[in-house]
Nanobody
């Protein structure tokens, strides 16, 4: 499978950005897609996780109510809409995927997915 992120950039606190992740190469329509981020000097953390079988989505507490994950099946693209951005949201954001459709319910937001994109940098200025 191949994943490619886009949409990162510099934004002021309180602003919005939408990240995109083009997904290809999966043999099954049922799998899991996640967004993760890694800030300088910190471990990679999960932001959101979606099971494509039923669209159920999990979010980290730190982004609930501000970030929304969605997908466009026709375009094989997953999105992360980020609103009310804070300086602490500054990080490299990664899109990841796993063949296990039950990944989100089984592993939550742990960064253990099989396939990863190269990441896109989001910088939120204060």
């Amino acid at each position: 499978a191949h994943l490619e992120e886009s949409g990162g950039g510099l934004v002021q606190a309180g602003g919005s950005l939408r990240l995109s992740c083009a997904v290809s190469g999966f043999t099954s329509d049922d799998h899991a897609i996640g967004w993760f981020r890694q800030a300088p000097g910190k471990e990679r953390e999960g932001v959101s996780c979606m099971s494509t079988s039923d669209g159920s989505t999990y979010y980290a507490d730190s982004v609930k109510g501000r970030f929304t994950m969605s997908r466009d099946n026709a375009k094989n693209t997953v999105y992360l809409e980020m609103n009310s951005l804070k300086p602490e949201d500054t990080a490299v954001y990664y899109c990841a995927a796993d063949e296990s459709y039950y990944y989100c319910s089984g592993y939550g937001l742990r960064a253990l997915m099989d396939y990863w994109g190269k990441g896109t940098l989001v910088t939120v200025s204060s």
